[in-house]
Antibody, heavy 125, light 111 residues
Framework: VQLEQSRAAVGKPGATVRLSCKVS????????IHWVQQAPGNGLVWMGH????????KIAEKFRGRVTVAADTSSGTVYMELRSLTYEDTAVYYC???????????????????WGQGTVVTVSS | QTVVTQEPSLTVSPGGTVTLTCAST?????????PTWYQQKPGQAPRALIY???KKHSWTPARFSGSLLGGKSALTLSGVQPEDEADYYC???????????FGGGTKLTVL
């Protein structure tokens, strides 16, 4: 089982970055994919998720309007687009299967808690 | 907005015992929040140790245990080893608009 994330990205303030997370070793539609942000020296922040089975997403309030998460079932890849970059978006971004979500709540995906290696995003002018 | 709080830092001697806690601004943490604990070492992705309050993964060392303590989730390390030096994060699960909230993390130093 592997979650392979895209390489490091650099973006200017106001620009957009698109990160990818390609999964292998399991059926793509079996597990939600979440994105978690970790700014330098800071903790983990849940950004949102997509259910590859039906494309349903939920985005954390902090990122709503700036983040889109989408799943491509043909390639087994999840994409996360972060728009209107600010210096505060400089961080490592992880994709993970750590939770599964229904329409009303999320729960730990204890039997399948996998993480990608992380993608470093640097916002610089 | 829900905030989950942890001790920013703790120090423990090798072989000692330490308890890390995880509190919620919404009130007492219960098993219904499915408290989950992660360990993160520098340059690595987080790795789950405890889920659903007390349950361990197959790779979780026996010296780690989870519980509820005084309205908080707790992670106890008994017989601390030097390799336990790391950042520890709890995560709580809620319904509604903020379904997943991480704590700010505890930096554990073994000295």
């Amino acid at each position: 089982v592997q979650l392979e994330q895209s390489r490091a990205a650099v973006g200017k303030p106001g620009a957009t970055v698109r990160l990818s997370c390609k999964v292998s070793g399991y059926k793509f539609t079996d597990h939600n994919i979440h994105w978690v942000q970790q700014a330098p020296g800071n903790g983990l922040v849940w950004m949102g998720h997509v259910d590859p089975k039906d494309g349903e997403t939920k985005i954390a309030e902090k990122f709503r309007g700036r983040v889109t998460v989408a799943a491509d079932t043909s390639s087994g890849t999840v994409y996360m687009e972060l728009r209107s970059l600010t210096y505060e978006d400089t961080a490592v971004y992880y994709c993970t299967t750590f939770a599964f979500c229904t329409s009303v709540a999320c729960y730990p995906n204890d039997g399948f808690d996998m993480w990608g290696q992380g993608t470093v995003v640097t916002v610089s002018s | 907005q829900t905030v989950v709080t942890q001790e920013p830092s703790l120090t423990v001697s090798p072989g000692g015992t330490v308890t890390l806690t995880c509190a919620s601004t919404t009130g007492a943490v219960t098993s219904g929040h499915y408290p989950t604990w992660y360990q993160q070492k520098p340059g690595q992705a987080p790795r789950a140790l405890i889920y659903s309050t007390t349950k361990k993964h197959s790779w979780t060392p026996a010296r780690f245990s989870g519980s509820l303590l005084g309205g908080k989730s707790a992670l106890t390390l008994s017989g601390v080893q030097p390799e336990d030096e790391a950042d520890y994060y709890c995560v709580l699960y809620y319904g509604g608009v903020q379904p997943v909230v991480f704590g700010g993390g505890t930096k554990l130093t073994v000295l």
